[in-house]
């Protein structure tokens, strides 16, 4: 059966950095919805035209609108063995529909790890955060720096800043996900999926906690 984990964490948690290197490691495929959001704003696509001042205020894109944009990536043919999904679901509604379409798949939410990681960190990381144009590989100019300052070590794109990554942005998505994310802590505790990992030790540690509990389950 195909096996699907949900990473869920703060702005700035490691969500990213852990899910490139997790779905390496097991081979699965990592649905980062915030990427997917990216992707379409730099096509210029209607999605992308829709989710553009959201993405700029640190708000949440309409459930309607993310859920079938993660539908339509859940139902490609590279997802058949399962996925890593990464910043979606982000609200209880959003989580309701991913344990429908997965149903419908004959599948479901395996493990949701939590990356746990204090507001005060979460803004040093995210001002310090250069992400690749390419494929969202996330480095930091202190805690986890490229070899050549402004290329990605892995597939020599460039580096950018986030335009989200601006302080007062970013402490508005830090306000959003304790509004209307942070609840999905009971809603997955609830059901037994959730596992909390520290995500203030260095990337490879939680990295070994992180494999520890997807092992475990
Ligand atoms: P999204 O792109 O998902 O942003 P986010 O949740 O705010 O998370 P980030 O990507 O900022 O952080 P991350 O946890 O991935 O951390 P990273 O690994 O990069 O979403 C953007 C926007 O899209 C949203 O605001 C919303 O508008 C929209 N959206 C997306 N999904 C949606 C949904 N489901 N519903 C509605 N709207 C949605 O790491 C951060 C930095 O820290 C990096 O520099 C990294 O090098 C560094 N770092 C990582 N780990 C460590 C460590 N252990 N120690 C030291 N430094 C570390
Ligand atoms: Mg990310």
Redesign the pocket.
């Known amino acids: 059966m195909a096996k699907f984990y949900v990473l869920i964490?703060?702005?700035?948690?490691?969500?990213?950095?852990?899910?490139k290197i997790i779905a390496e490691k097991y081979g699965l495929v990592h649905i980062?919805?915030?990427?997917l959001?990216?992707e379409n704003l730099k096509n210029e696509t209607e999605l992308g035209k829709l989710?553009q001042g959201?993405?700029a205020r640190?708000?949440?894109?309409?459930?309607d609108v993310?859920i079938g944009m993660?539908r339509d990536r859940i139902s490609r043919p590279d997802c058949k063995n399962g996925a890593l999904l990464?910043?979606?679901?982000?609200?209880p509604a959003?989580a309701d529909a991913l344990a429908v379409m997965l149903k419908e798949f004959d599948s479901k939410v395996e493990l949701v790890p939590l990356?746990d990681v204090p507001a005060q960190t979460l803004i040093d990381?995210?001002s310090?955060?250069?992400?690749c144009r390419a494929q969202g590989h996330?480095?930091?100019e202190k805690?986890?720096p490229p070899q050549v300052a402004g290329i990605c070590d892995i597939d020599g794109s460039e580096l950018y800043q986030?335009e989200?990554?601006q302080r007062s942005t970013v402490e508005n998505?830090i306000k959003?996900?304790t509004q209307q994310t942070a609840p999905l802590i009971e809603y997955y505790q609830s059901r037994n999926l959730l596992v909390t990992v520290d995500?203030?030790?260095?990337?490879d540690?939680?990295s070994a906690d992180l494999q520890a509990a997807i092992e475990k389950a």
């Open positions: 964490g703060p702005p700035g948690a490691g969500k990213g950095t852990q899910a980062s919805s915030g990427d959001f990216r989710a959201f993405m640190g708000e949440l894109v309409p459930d993310t993660v990464d910043g979606f679901p982000r609200t959003q990356i990381r995210l310090g955060r250069w992400s996330v480095f930091h805690f986890n986030r989200d990554d998505r959003v996900y995500g203030t030790k260095p990337i540690e939680v």
